[in-house]
């Protein structure tokens, strides 16, 4: 994969406004927590690390423009004249990388908590928020002058900490969206009402970050292009606030995504929507205007930001989860390795956390956010003395740590009882958010055999054969079970055994969650479903997902039929009976005509090779689920961690 057999494009410098970019793929803005009022230092290392991977441009996490827009104490405040000596040493460290860097400013509206702002939120009606369900204060005219003049001056002080321009976020439901949409703007004044009023707030930010920055400051807006919503802003709709911001000048690009309250889904659309999805919104918006075009959206690979390029959707493809998946993503397509790209799951680990104020993480890669310790650990450098590692366990937590070693140097073998590489990774490879799951087992294995690992498939792993390798240091990734079913229980059958194929269910389904959050609860009722099969789903939990991480699960239980129980468990299973209790009334009613009851139960270590290798081999740790059943981003962290340990130990 080199840029002269089809990737060129993206490789190509761009200018917004009279600004060049070395490229035409950006990090699309997106919240980390990472700051406290100012950017810290870690948000600079994460933002070099990706600048150091050849991004042309990086648009930092919204920073807020005024004080009622406080959501959280991990934003950035970008009004506060102390953030400028911040920004400069973030802007300066991209700037040595080789990068272009802008800053995105928002202010929030009615979508968000006024828990810390001690404010009323504000917006441009008396709103509910869909989220947080808030009410809010409409805006009076002074206070629309006070936040416009907010925008100003916060843009005013990124350009004195050295950034090369600013986005106005006007998208994903915040405030300027508000006033934008006949949805939630119902004023009667000269800010609501017609197009050319609603347009009225974002046309006054955009004069007054002109007045304060100049003309050689660029300057662009992050538009809804599609509320994707009943009676909500269309692509047309959009394309036209798009000419009418030309026509008034002061704008040099327009940066495309959709959704809304209505429609969070599409906001960070996860791996049940298509690939690209936004493209063809914005190939609408870059019809009607000589304004440059981004556009962001679940874009995995380069071959789909070419493929938008070459198709004139676009001037630029904003990445956001796969570059932080891969922070290498653009110099490995320049350098004709896209085979090692490690694949972005679009499982949202990253964004499940934003509104409980905890740092983002990343399943894939376990040094997103911790970009130095990594560089210390030797992050990429050799081992200070080669070892013998013998992995046992082919899964993600197994080939990730065999990864690591073999990369710093050491001769390592995995043994694997099954005859593929994945372990739990291979089950129910086609549903719901599975299939982009499937990738990072896939990605893992061919990695294996590129790193020069010894791989015996099919390999029951004893201590004897672990001993006769004379290893140095032995790593046991040998996974879970289910736990034992209960031996009073008749007619159960695990979701595990339904999921691997070796059990069969009737017509009508039960399946229950008995209180512990597995992913197989999930998956199994979207699978059986899917198939066909009439399926009740009782949890303990108040809702579904348990994890979270799955926002259009529920709707597509729905679709597909699904009876959803929450706060419910089986009480008793007889003669095609369930006989379910409310956890909180104590109210029993049967379930009829139940051919099957499917059970995800809780899973237990594998830990039977740990006692016969201690003590025997200089080194030994389990990793993974065979340290303790948790999931795939635990089993990747735990894995590379072993990985770079080897050869650091005494022996």
């Known amino acids: 994969m080199t840029?002269?057999?089809?990737?060129?494009?993206?490789?190509?410098?761009?200018?917004?406004?009279?600004?060049?970019?070395?490229?035409?793929?950006?990090?699309?803005?997106?919240?980390?927590?990472?700051?406290?009022?100012?950017?810290?230092?870690?948000?600079?290392?994460?933002?070099?690390?990706?600048?150091?991977?050849?991004?042309?441009?990086?648009?930092?996490?919204?920073?807020?423009?005024?004080a009622s827009s406080l959501s959280r104490p991990t934003k950035v405040w970008a009004f506060d004249p102390g953030s400028v000596a911040r920004f400069r040493k973030t802007t300066d460290a991209v700037h040595d990388e080789g990068a272009r860097i802008f800053c995105q400013l928002i202010h929030n509206g009615t979508h968000m908590s006024s828990y810390f702002s001690g404010m009323p939120v504000w917006g441009p009606s008396q709103l509910v928020d869909s989220l947080y369900g808030e009410t809010s204060h409409a805006m009076s005219t002074a206070e629309i002058d006070e936040v416009v003049e907010g925008f100003g001056l916060s843009a005013e002080h990124c350009r004195a900490g050295g950034f090369d321009g600013v986005e106005i976020h006007a998208s994903h439901g915040y405030l300027i969206h508000q006033f934008l949409s006949p949805l939630t703007n119902q004023r009667d004044d000269d800010y609501g009402g017609s197009v050319e009023n609603r347009f009225r707030f974002l046309g006054q930010i955009i004069a007054a970050i002109r007045r304060r920055?100049?003309?050689?400051?660029?300057?662009?807006?992050?538009?809804?292009?599609?509320?994707?919503?009943?009676?909500?802003?269309?692509?047309?709709?959009?394309?036209?606030l798009v000419r009418r911001m030309e026509t008034g000048g002061g704008v040099d690009f327009v940066?495309?995504?959709?959704?809304?309250?209505?429609?969070?889904?599409?906001?960070?659309?996860?791996?049940?929507?298509?690939?690209?999805?936004?493209?063809?919104?914005?190939?609408?918006?870059?019809?009607?205007?000589?304004?440059?075009?981004?556009?962001?959206?679940r874009v995995a690979v380069p071959e789909e930001a070419e493929a938008i390029l070459a198709a004139g959707q676009a001037d630029m493809v904003g990445i956001a989860r796969a570059i932080i998946a891969e922070p290498r993503w653009v110099a490995k397509a320049r350098e004709a390795d896209g085979?090692?790209?490690?694949?972005?799951?679009?499982?949202?680990?990253?964004?499940?956390?934003?509104?409980?104020?905890?740092?983002?993480?990343?399943?894939?890669?376990p040094d997103m956010g911790r970009e130095r310790e990594a560089a210390s650990a030797g992050h990429g450098s050799a081992a200070p003395q080669r070892q013998r590692l013998v992995v046992v366990g082919g899964g993600a937590a197994g080939m990730e740590c065999a990864l690591t070693a073999a990369g710093r140097g050491h001769e390592v073998t995995l043994l694997e009882a099954a005859t593929r590489l994945g372990g739990q990774l291979l089950l129910a490879p086609d549903i719901g958010m599975r299939p982009e799951m499937v990738r990072i087992?896939?990605?893992?294995?061919?990695?294996?055999?590129?790193?020069?690992?010894?791989?015996?498939?099919?390999?029951?792993?004893?201590?004897?054969?672990?001993?006769?390798?004379?290893?140095?240091?032995?790593?046991?990734?040998?996974?879970?079970?289910?736990?034992?079913?209960?031996?009073?229980?008749?007619?159960?059958?695990s979701a595990a055994s339904v999921l691997a194929g070796v059990a069969s269910v009737g017509e009508r389904v039960l399946v229950c969650d008995d209180g512990?959050?597995?992913?197989?609860?999930?998956?199994?009722?979207?699978?059986?479903?899917?198939?066909?099969?009439?399926?009740?789903?009782?949890?303990?939990?108040?809702?579904?997902?348990?994890?979270?991480?799955?926002?259009?699960?529920?709707?597509?239980?729905?679709?597909?039929?699904?009876?959803?129980?929450?706060?419910?468990?089986?009480?008793?299973?007889?003669?095609?009976?369930?006989?379910?209790?409310?956890?909180?009334?104590?109210?029993t009613r049967d379930e009829p005509r139940i051919a099957s009851l499917v059970r995800a139960t809780a899973r237990r270590s594998r830990t039977d090779l740990l006692d016969g290798l201690r003590g025997r081999v200089p080194v030994v740790e389990a990793i993974g689920d065979g340290l303790a059943p948790r999931g795939l981003r635990q089993a990747i962290r735990e894995g590379r961690v072993a990985g770079r340990r080897i050869g650091q130990q005494p022996v």
């Open 3 to 66: 840029p002269s057999s089809g990737l060129s494009r993206i490789l190509e410098p761009v200018y917004l406004g009279g600004l060049e970019i070395p490229n035409r793929i950006f990090v699309a803005a997106h919240s980390t927590n990472f700051a406290e009022r100012y950017a810290s230092s870690r948000l600079t290392d994460y933002y070099v690390e990706r600048a150091r991977g050849g991004i042309g441009l990086i648009i930092q996490e919204p920073a807020i423009v005024h």
């Open 213 to 240: 920055t100049g003309r050689d400051f660029a300057v662009g807006v992050r538009i809804v292009g599609d509320e994707r919503a009943r009676d909500g802003l269309t692509p047309q709709d959009s394309a036209a």
């Open 255 to 297: 940066d495309v995504s959709t959704g809304g309250p209505t429609a969070p889904a599409w906001i960070v659309p996860d791996a049940t929507l298509p690939r690209s999805v936004n493209a063809s919104v914005a190939q609408v918006i870059r019809n009607a205007t000589s304004l440059p075009v981004l556009v962001a959206g």
């Open 339 to 365: 085979d090692g790209i490690r694949p972005c799951t679009y499982c949202n680990e990253c964004v499940a956390g934003i509104g409980a104020y905890r740092p983002i993480g990343c399943t894939v890669n």
């Open 441 to 493: 087992g896939a990605h893992l294995a061919a990695a294996l055999s590129r790193a020069g690992v010894d791989v015996e498939l099919g390999t029951t792993a004893t201590t004897e054969r672990i001993l006769a390798a004379d290893p140095d240091a032995v790593v046991v990734a040998t996974g879970s079970a289910p736990a034992p079913a209960d031996p009073g229980a008749t007619g159960e059958i």
């Open 516 to 587: 512990q959050r597995s992913w197989d609860f999930e998956v199994v009722i979207e699978q059986l479903a899917v198939l066909g099969h009439e399926v009740v789903a009782v949890t303990r939990q108040p809702s579904l997902p348990a994890r979270g991480t799955d926002a259009s699960l529920v709707t597509r239980l729905v679709r597909l039929g699904v009876d959803l129980r929450p706060l419910h468990t089986v009480a008793a299973f007889a003669s095609g009976t369930a006989t379910l209790r409310h956890l909180h009334t104590g109210e």
